[in-house]
């Protein structure tokens, strides 16, 4: 896997080189558009109307329209030029608590794997800040973005969260009503938390929707038919009392929590 950046963190007057690596990868189905007669695959052309040809890579500049039908144009190394050694530098800002940065803060996350020699001042901002319980705030320049981050220790090693900015979120489109609840609804509301409260654990989950996906894909490959997906409606299609349906769905919690034991007894 190919480093998605490469930086250093700068902590006081200590540097330490890193690359990132995201930590995530794609497994998703992909389809290329072909055209509706011929299933020949759309091609996609950058094409200059007063040239009248098609253009490649080498061809295309960046413009910034500063006015309609005008551009100026910035080159890669003049935009590069301008990025002075704290620009490349992961910078830390301060350090807080993570429970200070709200969830609707971070954006992406990556790996950040010390270069070469850098093992030791790695290790010495890991632990300390894993000791004192902290994140840090820092701010770097990834491509034409100053990108505010998050570094956080986990179990082996740091993770860096890129954040939005504040002016970046949007606010909330519309005000949520918060009508009153009963005692006795909050009551049954948390006891069926209760019983559908279990351990994460990640290895449990996979896309279904994907496995269905690629077995219709593999059975039309086979020249066999796709088996459709049930319809079915749910037998009471009449509204029911919110205390009758938490009453409902605890009694139907009981049999899938000794099937979700067994399996956890067997998995240990």
Same mark, same amino acid.
């Given at each position: 896997?190919?480093?998605?950046?490469?930086?250093?963190?700068?902590?006081?007057?200590?540097?330490?080189?890193?690359?990132?690596?995201?930590?995530?990868?794609?497994? +998703?189905?992909?389809?290329?558009?072909? *055209?509706?007669?011929?299933?020949?695959?759309?091609?996609?052309?950058?094409? *200059?109307?007063? *040239?009248?040809?098609?253009?490649?890579?080498?061809?295309?500049?960046?413009?910034?329209?500063?006015?309609? +039908?005008?551009?100026?144009?910035?080159?890669? +190394?003049?935009? +590069?030029?301008?990025?002075?050694?704290?620009?490349?530098?992961?910078? %830390?800002?301060?350090?807080?608590?993570?429970?200070?940065?709200?969830?609707?803060?971070?954006?992406?996350?990556?790996?950040? %794997?010390?270069?070469?020699?850098?093992?030791?001042?790695?290790?010495?901002?890991?632990?300390?800040?894993?000791?004192?319980?902290?994140?840090? %705030?820092?701010?770097?320049?990834?491509?034409?973005?100053?990108?505010?981050?998050?570094?956080?220790?986990?179990?082996?090693?740091?993770?860096?969260?890129?954040?939005?900015?504040?002016?970046?979120?949007?606010?909330?489109?519309?005000?949520?009503?918060?009508?009153?609840?009963?005692?006795?609804?909050?009551?049954?509301?948390?006891?069926?938390?209760?019983?559908?409260?279990?351990?994460?654990?990640?290895?449990?989950?996979?896309?279904?929707?994907?496995?269905?996906?690629?077995?219709? #894909?593999?059975?039309?490959?086979?020249?066999?038919?796709?088996?459709?997906?049930?319809?079915?409606?749910?037998?009471?299609?009449?509204?029911?009392?919110?205390?009758?349906?938490?009453?409902?769905? #605890?009694?139907?919690?009981?049999?899938?929590?000794?099937?979700?034991?067994?399996?956890?007894?067997?998995?240990?």
């Amino acid at each position: 896997m190919a480093a998605a950046h490469k930086g250093a963190i700068s902590f006081g007057l200590v540097h330490i080189p890193i690359q990132m690596y995201r930590t995530t990868q794609d497994h +998703d189905i992909s389809f290329n558009q072909l *055209c509706k007669d011929t299933h020949e695959r759309v091609r996609y052309k950058k094409y *200059c109307p007063n *040239c009248e040809k098609e253009l490649k890579s080498a061809d295309i500049v960046k413009g910034y329209q500063y006015e309609k +039908d005008k551009y100026v144009i910035m080159t890669d +190394d003049e935009i +590069d030029e301008l990025k002075v050694e704290k620009d490349r530098t992961i910078n %830390i800002l301060h350090f807080t608590n993570l429970e200070n940065v709200d969830d609707i803060y971070y954006e992406k996350n990556y790996y950040a %794997i010390p270069e070469k020699h850098a093992e030791k001042a790695y290790e010495l901002l890991y632990e300390a800040m894993r000791k004192q319980g902290v994140v840090a %705030i820092a701010k770097t320049v990834i491509g034409t973005k100053e990108t505010l981050l998050a570094l956080c220790p986990q179990s082996d090693g740091l993770l860096v969260k890129t954040l939005f900015y504040q002016e970046e979120i949007a606010p909330l489109p519309k005000d949520i009503l918060h009508p009153k609840i009963s005692k006795a609804e909050l009551n049954m509301a948390e006891k069926l938390i209760q019983s559908m409260t279990a351990p994460y654990e990640p290895q449990q989950y996979h896309d279904e929707f994907q496995e269905k996906l690629r077995a219709a #894909i593999e059975a039309k490959i086979n020249g066999s038919q796709i088996v459709q997906a049930s319809n079915a409606k749910p037998d009471n299609e009449t509204p029911i009392d919110l205390m009758e349906a938490l009453q409902q769905s #605890i009694a139907s919690m009981a049999p899938k929590r000794k099937v979700a034991a067994k399996r956890r007894s067997a998995h240990h």
